[in-house]
């Protein structure tokens, strides 16, 4: 969000122009992204393909572990993390690429991004967050 700029004017005999110094390539921007996964527990009522999943599904869901993989990479390079007591999980300093997301402790019902592609892959990009919502249904609706 852009601030309203607070305008002074400054006489023409003290404006000076100072160029801006360009940072030695050891500063150079990370290239790296983070992947947020938020884990609910949802009720018996998302049977339905019309749910709003965010509105319905509002208990989180701690304890979860997930793995994370990129694409092409050998399975042992795998990343395992868990979410915390409010049911967050962030993976950080990730390469730019498509990962595979699977939970270790069981299986979702349903899940959405803000950046997948049509294999279901989540697909990162440098200096970016993605969010992964991961759904748990009552296991007689898990598929």
């Known amino acids: 969000k852009i601030e309203q700029a607070t305008i002074t004017s400054v006489p023409l005999a003290q404006n000076v122009v100072t160029p801006t110094p360009t940072p030695p390539p050891s500063e150079s921007p990370a290239t790296t992204a983070t992947l947020f996964v938020i884990a609910y527990d949802c009720q018996a009522d998302v049977s339905s393909e019309l749910v709003d999943w965010l ?19 050998p399975a042992d390079s ?20 498509k990962y595979h997301l699977t939970e270790e402790t069981g299986d ?28 748990h249904c009552p296991p007689a609706l898990a598929s």
């Not at 795998?78 to 690429?97: E, K, V």
Request: with cysteine.
């Open 55 to 73: 509105a319905t599904c509002t208990a989180v869901s701690p304890g979860v572990t997930f793995r994370l993989v990129m694409n092409g990479a």
């Open 78 to 97: 795998a990343t395992t993390g868990t979410t915390d007591d409010h049911g967050n999980l962030t993976f950080g300093a990730l390469d730019p690429g």
């Open 108 to 135: 979702w019902c349903h899940a959405e991004s803000d950046s997948v592609d049509e294999n279901g892959d989540v697909v990162v990009r440098a200096n970016q967050r993605v969010t992964v919502w991961i759904f």
